[in-house]
């Protein structure tokens, strides 16, 4: 009888961890992307201006290229786009639109200072709020140099005070890629 007893001990848990396998969950995991090459493109007065970052090693031990194009006229009105590459793998993957079909939970940030230009947002998501994949600078004032910081955040709190406007203080979430780029106002 103790035989039986402990034999209904050590079957009946397993049995139940058997029949309680999680074999049919339908629960999508996103994974990070690797990002490996950033582009910015702006698009006016004539003349198209490319930022790019591009880092094949990854986080190895190589600083990413960077490469500006040339520089921003005072006052012309620039349409901007930026896109996202992973060039680790043939043919280079476009994270581009994978952001943009997950808009809800990304958002591009512009961080320049205002003698540089002003950002606006032209896209956005399923419920109104920015991606930043597409926008328009102004160029600031002539003879001014500094930074642009182009931001790619995941899970963004878009609904935090100056989010909806580019203001990344607010904004949380993970950074997926972030890139710098030295310009110059003429």
């Not at 006052?75 to 901007?80: A, C, D, E, L, R």
């Not at 994978?98 to 540089?116: K, M, N, R, T, W």
């Not at 600078?137 to 878009?158: F, I, M």
């Amino acid at each position: 009888m103790k035989n039986l007893k402990l034999i209904a001990l050590l079957i009946i848990p397993l049995l139940f961890s058997t029949s309680c396998s999680n074999d049919d969950d339908n629960t999508a995991v996103n994974e990070e992307e690797v990002i490996t090459t950033v582009t910015t493109t702006l698009e006016g007065g004539g003349e198209t201006i490319t930022l790019t970052s591009r880092d094949l090693d990854g986080d190895g031990p190589n600083a990413p290229i960077v490469t500006v194009s040339g520089n921003l006229t005072a006052g012309i009105t620039y349409t901007g786009s930026t896109t996202f590459l992973n060039e680790l793998v043939s043919p280079a993957e476009d994270i581009t639109s994978e952001v943009e079909e997950e808009g809800a939970d990304h958002q591009v940030f512009y961080q320049l200072p205002s003698s540089i230009g002003t950002v606006t947002y032209t896209d956005t998501d399923a419920n109104g709020k920015p991606i930043g994949l597409n926008f328009t600078l102004v160029a600031g004032t002539s003879g001014t140099t500094g930074t642009l910081t182009v931001t790619l955040r995941h899970l963004p709190n878009k609904t935090a005070v100056g989010v909806a406007e580019g203001d990344i203080t607010n904004a949380g979430g993970s950074t997926d890629a972030t890139v710098t780029f030295s310009v110059t106002v003429n």
